[in-house]
């Protein structure tokens, strides 16, 4: 190292070999690494200073023949002083340019030059972030912004930059770019013309991305055009007044409402609105105090009707405008409420009047109520679907039910007995519409499931005001005392007509059976006076005839009193012992067979059969039932007369082998003036009284008489009596 070199390394001798070259070169670091550099086969070119002045080195690596690397050997030069300001300059000139290029691209938008054919010379960085196009591409294509503007606006952008080209002052507008990605920017230029001399040689401009700030006013815009046509298209009239009493805003309905002029509205000052408004108002002076009092700044909400002289009504609301937290004015709004009115009044009306009627209903329903419920009869008012829908106590209690319990059921669910009676004829009534009037019924109801009742039933078709059948009324007439009291009227009648009949029969008969012995023995009678008068001698049968028809006459005659003693309850009887063989020996001696075509048979028990009586009449049945076995039996036969004991009782028979009688003729056998159907008339005739007075004599011993017979087979009467112990 020579000398210079190592004194401008700051060693003061010079004094460095056999040193290390980091070591020596410590103070010029910038040569250290320019010997690096050339050491390993770079540059090894490196400025810097030196202890006192400014130095150069130029370093290259010293190889030997072998081309192997042997070191390095620098070259030093001492710059001069203007070589120096020139380095600086240069250094001070690119750093300023880099801050104004800084300095252009952080201007939000693109700032840019072009040519007087409109090429763009120069475009800020800010060109690629706004349109997505790279700034080499502005640059490169002559046509960039043509091509770039939308259609409509390249007109309005050309002449504009041209204006601002000719006149040299700067201008502003608005268009459309279409960026890389095809969306639409709102661009707004500013546009001036670069003058040299003069003249102008460039345009310059700055392009300012609005796009936002667009899309924002076209909402707004839109926003206050909603506004205004809903402000507009309300059926309030609203106006607003500002704090400086001048109309801000208005609506058409407004200006009607109040019949304000145009010229009115136009001047703005509310106060001129208000006094062309007041002489509408019934009391124009009150109006005009009410909405001076809303009007100093206050918070009040306030609500007024306001009555007009042409008679309609308006409700003005009126409550503070403001921004933010300030008043800034008052809006008044009014709604016609007329009709509003004018059907509140009509609905209270009717209302009051609905309640009336509503009353009144309820007052007739309630009248309605207490009479259906405590009618006589049974009422209801039955449905399509056959139910009830209200039913009195008098109809529930034929079902056995209470009123309440029968509502919504069916006619079947409450009568299931009789439902297929009714339910064919409320059918036919609800089908045809015709009423069903006082219709027979009968039959068993729940209430009363044994008995056989009566009524009188009326079904009447329920129409609706429109004339279509929604049910039926039944009114239900119990007639069963009625029913009964004619049944029995009806029995009575025949009875009388029967008893008549068997009067007139009885009279017939007894005219006849008291007739018949009355002319064998007058002509008896008249025999004996021939011959008494003829003084022949009397011929005793004659008597004897005679004697027989008056038996027979009184006999007859008996009857007839102890018939008429049974019913007057006076036949008496003398009780005593009587011994019925010996009763029966007694009877049979008298009783003598009609013909000689009977056989009379007779039996007892030798044991006596003793019981308490009356000895004539006991007789008196024998007799009868043994003349009625002769008499019954015309063609002769066996007449049997049996005594037995029966355990504590004696049981006499008369069995025959006669005509018999019929079945239903038995149980009249033993009735007054009863005479079976195969009676014969003449011959042996009776008057159906011997039957009749033997039962009666029986029962008050105590005893039975009853018969066991077949037509055409015999009889057999018997007679129970209580033996006396
Ligand atoms: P009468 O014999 O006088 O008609 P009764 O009272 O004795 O009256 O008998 C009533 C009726 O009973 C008779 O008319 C007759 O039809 C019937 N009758 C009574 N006894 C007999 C009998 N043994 N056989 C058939 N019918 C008899």
């Not at 502003?172 to 500013?190: C, N, Q, S, V």
């Not at 007892?604 to 009356?614: C, R, S, T």
Request: hydrophobic letters at 40%.
């Amino acid at each position: 190292m020579d000398t210079v070199l190592a004194l401008s390394a700051g060693w003061k001798h010079g004094d460095v070999g056999g040193r290390a070259a980091d070591e020596v070169l410590a103070r010029m670091p910038w040569l250290a690494r320019a010997l690096e550099a050339a050491l390993s086969g770079g540059q090894g070119l490196g400025e810097g200073s030196g202890e006192s002045q400014r130095l150069r080195a130029l370093v290259l690596a010293v190889h030997g023949d072998d081309d192997q690397l042997l070191g390095a050997c620098a070259r030093l030069q001492t710059l001069g002083l203007e070589e120096v300001a020139r380095d600086a300059l240069s250094a001070e000139l690119s750093r300023v340019r880099k801050r104004y290029e800084d300095f252009i691209d952080s201007i939000d938008g693109i700032v840019w030059e072009a040519d007087a054919e409109f090429r763009f010379t120069f475009v800020s960085k800010q060109a690629e972030r706004l349109l997505g196009i790279p700034a080499e591409q502005w640059l490169r294509q002559p046509d960039f912004w043509a091509r770039h503007v939308h259609p409509d606006d390249w007109p309005g952008v050309l002449s504009s930059c041209l204006s601002a080209w000719r006149q040299g002052r700067p201008h502003e507008f608005e268009y459309r770019m279409l960026a890389a990605d095809g969306h639409i920017a709102w661009m707004r230029a500013h546009v001036t013309a670069v003058m040299e001399d003069g003249r102008p040689m460039r345009l310059r401009g700055l392009m300012v991305d609005v796009t936002e700030q667009r899309q924002a006013r076209e909402r707004l815009e839109h926003a206050h055009s909603v506004l205004r046509a809903t402000f507009d298209s309300i059926g309030d009239g609203v106006v607003l007044v500002g704090l400086d009493q001048r109309i801000i805003a208005f609506n058409k309905r407004f200006q009607l409402m109040w019949g304000l002029s145009d010229e009115v509205m136009e001047s703005r000052v509310a106060q001129r609105a208000l006094e062309s408004a007041a002489p509408l108002t019934r009391d124009p002076a009150r109006f005009v105090r009410r909405i001076q009092d809303q009007y100093f700044p206050s918070e009040e909400i306030t609500v007024d009707s306001i009555e007009l002289r042409d008679g309609r009504v308006l409700e003005g609301t009126s409550l503070p405008q403001r921004v933010g937290d300030a008043v800034i004015g008052r809006v008044w709004s009014y709604r016609d409420v007329t009709e509003e009115r004018r059907a509140k009044v009509e609905r209270e009306r009717l209302l009051v009047a609905e309640q009336n009627a509503r009353e009144r209903a309820e007052e007739s329903f309630a009248l309605l109520d207490t009479f259906l419920n405590h009618a006589p009869v049974g009422l209801a008012f039955i449905n399509r679907e056959l139910r009830y829908l209200r039913i009195n106590d008098a109809l529930a209690s034929l079902h056995g039910r209470k009123r309440d319990e029968e509502l919504g059921r069916t006619v079947r669910e409450m009568n299931p007995n009789m439902a297929s009676i009714f339910e064919p004829l409320m059918l036919q009534v609800m089908e045809t519409g015709i009423p069903l009037s006082d219709m027979e019924m009968s039959g068993h109801v729940p209430a009363t499931p044994d008995e056989l009742r009566h009524w009188r039933v009326s079904y009447y078709p329920v129409r609706t005001p429109s004339g279509g059948v929604v049910g039926l009324g039944a009114v239900v007439v119990e007639v069963t005392a009625e029913h009964r009291a004619r049944q029995e009227r009806e029995r009575l009648l025949k009875e009388a007509q029967e008893a008549i009949s068997v009067r007139d029969d009885f009279l017939s008969i007894a005219a006849h059976e008291l007739k018949t012995p009355l002319t064998p023995l007058k002509l008896h009678l008249q025999m004996m006076k021939q011959q008494s008068t003829a003084g022949h001698a009397r011929q005793p049968h004659h008597v004897d005839k005679a004697l027989a028809q008056v038996t027979r006459l009184s006999v007859l005659i008996h009857d007839l009193l102890d018939a008429t003693r049974i019913e007057a309850g006076r036949l008496e009887l003398r009780r005593e012992p009587v011994e019925l063989q010996a009763l029966a020996n007694e009877v049979l001696a008298e009783t003598r067979p009609l013909g000689h075509q009977h056989t009379l048979e007779y039996e007892a028990p030798p044991e006596p059969l003793v019981v308490k009586g009356d000895r004539g009449r006991l007789a008196q049945v024998l007799t009868n039932l043994l003349e009625n076995a002769f008499k019954y039996s015309p063609s002769g036969g066996v007449v049997r007369l049996t005594l037995e004991r029966d355990g504590a009782q004696a049981l006499i028979s008369v069995k025959d082998t006669g005509i018999g009688i019929p079945e239903d003729q038995r149980e009249h056998l033993f009735q007054r003036f009863f005479r079976a159907r195969n009676a014969p008339i003449s011959g042996f005739g009776g008057l159906g009284l011997g039957l009749y007075i033997c039962r009666d004599i029986i029962e008050r011993h105590g005893g039975h008489i009853w018969v066991d017979t077949e037509v055409g087979q015999g009889s057999t009467f018997r007679v129970t009596l209580p033996l006396e112990t």
